[in-house]
């Protein structure tokens, strides 16, 4: 199975950026995130750091396939703030990424022209900063099996470099694993052949 099929492109650490027009300032942040838990702190902690700011909108996007997804305009006028930030994800084709866009109004409106304009552009220079990598896309599994065939079992993840979260040594033992996309199949077929085995995906 071609490996190409399964990648995606996401940032490799936080960038930031400043934009500023007509006296406001726009404090631009992205950060490479893998759960709305990861999403939540990265909120909160914006909104304790910059507790005296305006406003602290936002936008994200989660998985592989890019499904999950949340644009937020956080008391700006409706489609001003939250979906310019997340065209921003779009042009840039991301995912698990966060783009939080700080703003200290200056005394000027701006307008819903200037305000979606100032927020695509404050994302846009957070995003032009950022290193952008490719990543195999993979799933959390949790494997179930007989203790008879823990030898099989732990060659399988040296075998295909897998990933190891935990591993139970109990009967059953409990293995979990991130299995990368492209690999899945020829994973399920060679443990459909060992008897007793139960597979389980989670949410990452």
């Not at 005394?107 to 927020?119: E, R, V």
């Amino acid at each position: 199975m071609d490996k190409k099929c399964f990648t995606y492109k996401t940032i490799a650490s936080p960038s930031a950026a400043t934009h500023r027009v007509l006296g406001s300032k726009h404090l631009a942040f992205a950060f490479p995130v893998s759960s709305i838990e990861d999403v939540k702190e990265h909120l909160e902690k914006l909104k304790r750091d910059y507790h005296d700011a305006s406003h602290v909108c936002y936008a994200w996007r989660l998985g592989w396939e890019k499904k999950n997804y949340r644009h937020s305009d956080a008391g700006e006028p409706s489609g001003t703030a939250g979906r310019p930030i997340f065209g921003q994800l779009l042009s840039h084709d991301l995912t698990d990424v966060l783009v939080a866009v700080v703003r200290y109004f200056g005394g000027t409106k701006l307008g819903t022209g200037g305000l979606m304009d100032a927020y695509k552009t404050a994302a846009k220079l957070a995003l032009d900063s950022a290193t952008i990598v490719e990543r195999e896309a993979r799933e959390r599994w949790v494997i179930e099996f007989p203790y008879a065939h823990i030898g099989p079992m732990m060659k399988m993840v040296k075998d295909h470099h897998l990933e190891k979260i935990s591993m139970e040594q109990g009967d059953p033992g409990k293995l979990e694993v991130f299995i990368p996309l492209f690999l899945l199949p020829e994973i399920q077929q060679k443990l459909a052949g060992l008897e007793g085995i139960l597979m389980q995906k989670t949410e990452v």
